[in-house]
């Protein structure tokens, strides 16, 4: 098993916290209620940080909000991704012209990571967070897993079907499978809205106020083993059919031609028809 460090998360779990809510400062009693921490344990770490300037602490309310030494931490792991930078005017301009959100994710470790948002979301009401992780396991994620090594793929499924808690079925792994050779085959991803896309904003929406990471961790653990049993994937696009789209994603590639990033299309408020798919999928590889 791998080493865990209790007082790596807990000063982590922080961080998470502040970076997600960065317009926001919280108090002592605030950070400890949302994150579920000991006080003192609490206060040790706040005051920690607020020493080697990665926090501060306003005087009068005692409340603490990001300090200037993040933004170093910050702008050197934004480097990595210089086409976040360039590709910014792009997809605010779609975004607008779109009538819909558009965003870019990564990946880190087991998860997929928002890094940027743009357009008709609005960050202080959304619960879809810059830094929100989800599980980067089948169905998730499959814009990456096209363009990756066969042996990735099957890593990709193996820790969807743990995570399942059974074996997947044959139709399932099959369905999957060519789910993935359609996106690498078209160029991009389409994924449909489900159920579970609903009971994760709902779910997202309540813990807002808590910010529990274990809660965090359990309820996008429970959306990708519901979209696992959903009909998630639009695999065939007929131009005059209409759809009930939730994303529609293409892979960013870095110099090694494996996808870096995604870019993607959500907040998307009505059907769409095949051909407007097709349109808005050539659009989002323009600007990647």
Request: net charge negative; glycine share 8%.
């Amino acid at each position: 098993m791998a080493l865990f460090s209790k007082p790596t998360a807990r000063a982590l779990a922080i961080l998470d916290l502040l970076t997600s809510n960065p317009q926001e400062a919280f108090g002592l009693t605030e950070i400890t209620r949302k994150l579920g921490l000991n006080k003192a344990t609490c206060h040790a770490i706040l005051t920690t940080m607020a020493h080697y300037g990665f926090l501060v602490q306003d005087q009068r309310s005692k409340a603490y909000r990001l300090g200037p030494n993040i933004v170093a931490a910050g702008n050197a792991a934004f480097a990595l991704f210089p086409v976040l930078e360039y590709a910014r005017p792009e997809l605010e301009t779609l975004a607008q012209k779109l009538g819909m959100g558009c965003g870019a994710a990564g990946r880190s470790g087991r998860n997929l990571v928002l890094l940027a948002h743009y357009g008709n979301s609005n960050p202080m009401l959304s619960p879809y967070q810059l830094g929100m992780r989800l599980p980067f396991m089948a169905p998730l994620g499959a814009s990456f897993i096209a363009w990756s090594p066969a042996k990735q793929l099957e890593q990709w499924l193996e820790a969807g079907q743990h995570q399942l808690g059974k074996d997947l079925d044959e139709q399932l792994d099959q369905k999957l499978r060519i789910s993935v050779i359609a996106i690498r085959a078209r160029g991009f991803e389409v994924t449909l809205k489900t159920e579970a896309e609903e009971t994760l904003f709902d779910n997202l929406t309540q813990l807002r106020g808590t910010w529990d990471i274990d809660a965090l961790e359990q309820v996008t653990g429970q959306y990708q083993k519901s979209l696992l049993q959903s009909h998630y994937h639009l695999d065939r696009i007929d131009p005059g059919t209409r759809y009930p789209v939730c994303n529609i994603t293409v892979p960013v590639f870095g110099y090694d031609q494996l996808p870096e990033l995604m870019f993607s299309t959500g907040t998307i408020t009505r059907d769409l028809s095949g051909q407007e798919i097709l349109d808005i999928a050539e659009q989002l590889k323009a600007a990647a």
